[in-house]
T-cell receptor, first 110, second 113 residues
Framework: EDQVTQSPEALRLQEGESSSLNCSYT??????LFWYRQDPGKGPEFLFT???AGEEKEKERLKATLTKKESFLHITAPKPEDSATYLC???????????FGTGTRLQVFP | GAGVSQSPSNKVTEKGKDVELRCDPISGHTALYWYRQSLGQGLEFLIY????????KSGLPSDRFSAERTGGSVSTLTIQRTQQEDSAVYLC???????????FGEGSRLTVL
């Protein structure tokens, strides 16, 4: 069964303090791994798609990386506006649905 | 509008009543998904539509839950005889090609008293 586990559940960072969020996954043939950002009371917002081990994607202060078993979302010099819940999801070859992890709630304080 | 629209945004109902939740996807998006998010939990897959057909209904929790999509556009999720455990935020998302880049609505928050 496809599964996604995210850690830590919550992370508090001071502004400018870089860190990484982890997403471990098991899937029967990875079609894609996805990162989303969710603000309170809103639907998730798409950030990145990664397709194969070794691939990296960047957007502003965020960089996502992928290995055969996990993905990392690196946050460099975060700002308070980066505070949100970050969700990881996988899609297998034989399905069109995405399986989501429970997310990492990130708080960045000044 | 340009985004995915869901209604109602909030619904409070009594146990045993039926509810209908509506989703208007982005125009031209053929794939449509329903997910459920309980407090502090991740997104739980319910059902996926490609056009008007639903090739994957594996996430519907019981036969009290049903969904349809008409005209390759609007979708309705119906919950019959609601129970307190049905309380959650129901999220709809659409995608052009079911490629994983999903565009989500803001959700319908359902509270069953």
């Amino acid at each position: 069964e496809d599964q996604v586990t995210q850690s830590p559940e919550a992370l508090r960072l001071q502004e400018g303090e870089s860190s990484s969020l982890n997403c471990s996954y098991t899937v029967s043939g990875l079609r894609g791994l996805f990162w989303y950002r969710q603000d309170p009371g809103k639907g998730p917002e798409f950030l990145f798609t990664l397709y194969s081990a070794g691939e990296e994607k960047e957007k502003e202060r965020l960089k996502a990386t992928l290995t055969k078993k996990e993905s990392f979302l690196h946050i460099t010099a975060p700002k308070p506006e980066d505070s949100a819940t970050y969700l990881c999801a996988v899609q297998g070859y034989n399905t069109d649905k995405l399986i989501f992890g429970t997310g990492t709630r990130l708080q960045v304080f000044p | 509008g340009a985004g995915v629209s869901q209604s109602p945004s909030n619904k409070v109902t009594e146990k045993g009543k039926d509810v209908e939740l509506r989703c208007d996807p982005i125009s031209g998006h053929t794939a449509l998904y329903w997910y459920r998010q309980s407090l502090g939990q991740g997104l739980e897959f319910l059902i996926y539509f490609q056009g008007n057909s639903a090739p994957d209904k594996s996430g519907l929790p019981s036969d009290r839950f049903s969904a349809e999509r008409t005209g390759g556009s609007v979708s309705t999720l119906t919950i019959q005889r609601t129970q307190q455990e049905d309380s959650a935020v129901y999220l709809c998302a659409s995608s052009e090609l079911a490629t994983g880049e999903l565009f989500f609505g803001e959700g319908s928050r359902l509270t069953v008293l």
